[in-house]
């Protein structure tokens, strides 16, 4: 079956504009997890969907950082005024139940 | 507080060798572990994980690793690795806080498998 799908896979923008990031999750997984992956910092755990809701955005950079999901399926991140400190990868993943978690390619952002 | 420490950030070998990419992690309690692979310009991959029982898991592409309760490692090894093995290879806890679970990733560890 499909797996986690990103888009897009590449996003240069000027520094701030806005972008969203889109995450549609495999069938069926109810978890959905966006993460961030930058030169220095590793991987970072950004935000956690069980549904819809999010119980923890503590993970969130900033307030320019907001994320959604809707119908429990397809999420977007949105960075709002972006800066050239979000330049990084943002990977997607999602899970059944909380189990084993599978991620996107991921999309690529610079921000000039 | 829950951690990750990957031992090596860059491992070069050659082909057809064997590879150990070392990996301990702090835990307060027993814990779920992962490795994952990323390819060049790819997302991450699910090598294997290890939940319970068994504490010798087997992967994909030929790796497998050991899950050591004492010595709080699950080091990830390959008997015979190949030019395509050249990635870098996170190992994660998963950590259960606030009602759900979050993945806590080591820093990584670049393999080059050179001819």
């Known amino acids: 079956g499909a797996g986690v799908s990103q888009s897009p896979s590449n996003k240069v923008t000027e520094k701030g504009k806005d972008v969203e990031l889109r995450c549609d999750p495999i069938s069926g997984h109810t978890a959905l997890y966006w993460y961030r992956q930058s030169l220095g910092q590793g991987l970072e755990f950004l935000i956690y969907?069980?549904?819809?809701?999010?119980?923890?955005k503590s993970g969130l950079p900033s307030d320019r950082f907001s994320a959604e999901r809707t119908g429990g399926s397809v999420s977007t991140l949105t960075i709002q005024r972006t800066q050239q400190e979000d330049s990084a990868v943002y990977l997607c993943?999602?899970?059944?139940?909380?189990?084993?978690?599978?991620f996107g390619a991921g999309t690529r952002l610079s921000v000039l | 507080a829950q951690s990750v420490t990957q031992l090596d950030s860059h491992v070069s070998v050659s082909e057809g060798t064997p590879v150990l990419l070392r990996c301990n992690y702090s835990s307060s309690y027993s814990p779920s572990l992962f490795w994952y692979v990323q390819h060049p310009n790819k997302g991450l991959q699910l090598l294997l994980k290890y939940l319970s029982g068994s504490t010798l898991v087997k992967g994909i592409n030929g790796f497998e690793a050991e899950f050591n309760k004492s010595q709080t490692s699950f080091h990830l090894r390959k008997p015979s690795v190949h030019i395509s093995d050249t990635a870098e290879y996170f190992c994660?806890?998963?950590?259960?806080?606030?009602?759900?679970?979050?993945?806590?990733f080591g820093a990584g560890t670049r393999l080059a498998v050179h001819p």
């Open positions: 993943a999602s899970s059944f139940l909380q189990n084993i978690q599978y």
């Open positions: 994660a806890v998963s950590v259960f806080s606030g009602g759900y679970n979050k993945l806590i």
């Open positions: 969907f069980q549904g819809n809701s999010a119980p923890d």
